[in-house]
């Protein structure tokens, strides 16, 4: 990873010399670049289908953050799974929630098609990192509605659709995290 932000901060260093800028300049936005390479955006890791979201390392090192996304396409019925990548960042968590957000014109819905939430109260009830969820049919401890609020079994999204999964933990401290994705 360092030889890669090396090599990276050597090489647009060099563009931005040969372009007119000063060595100053192109020291000062390399050193932009690792400091913003190295920020952590998020302490949570998210799959589907058993991709990874990730974001793209040279959009994140210029403008300072990078969108997460899925590559590849996923079921209409997903297989849903998070981890900690640093459980001490977290502390108690008293709450998980999920929303999935259909493409909707040039942006997303500001209404989700699904939400997902504990149905009971405390620790029990809450999602697990590591455990992987069929959204398809998620089981009867958790509480899923649809757009228009009805209760449903689990989440069928149509096929060749751009979604956004927005994935939120609660406790200690907090963290929401915004995965976009496209299905099959």
């Given amino acids: 990873m360092m030889k890669r932000f090396l090599c990276a901060a050597l090489v647009g260093s060099m563009l931005m010399a040969s372009s007119g800028c000063s060595v100053t300049g192109a020291a000062w936005q390399a050193a932009s670049i690792g400091k913003n390479l190295s920020k952590k955006d998020s302490y949570l890791g998210l799959s589907l289908d058993g991709l990874e979201a990730k974001q793209n390392k040279l959009k994140k090192g210029f403008a300072g953050y990078a969108k997460h996304k899925i590559k590849g396409t996923v079921s209409t019925a997903p297989t849903f799974k ?103």
Avoid: C, W
């Fill in 82 to 184: 998070f981890t900690f990548k640093d459980p001490t960042k977290f502390g108690r968590i008293t709450g998980t929630n999920m929303q999935i957000h259909q493409a909707f014109e040039a942006d997303y819905s500001h209404k989700a098609e699904f939400v997902i939430t504990p149905r009971g109260s405390g620790e029990s009830s809450l999602m697990k990192p590591d455990r992987a969820y069929n959204l398809g049919s998620i089981g009867s401890e958790f509480n899923v509605t649809d757009f228009d609020g009805n209760s449903v079994g689990g989440v069928t999204l149509k096929p060749g659709m751009d979604y956004m999964l927005v994935f939120s933990v609660s406790g200690d401290r907090s963290e929401t995290m915004q995965v976009h994705f496209s299905t099959k």
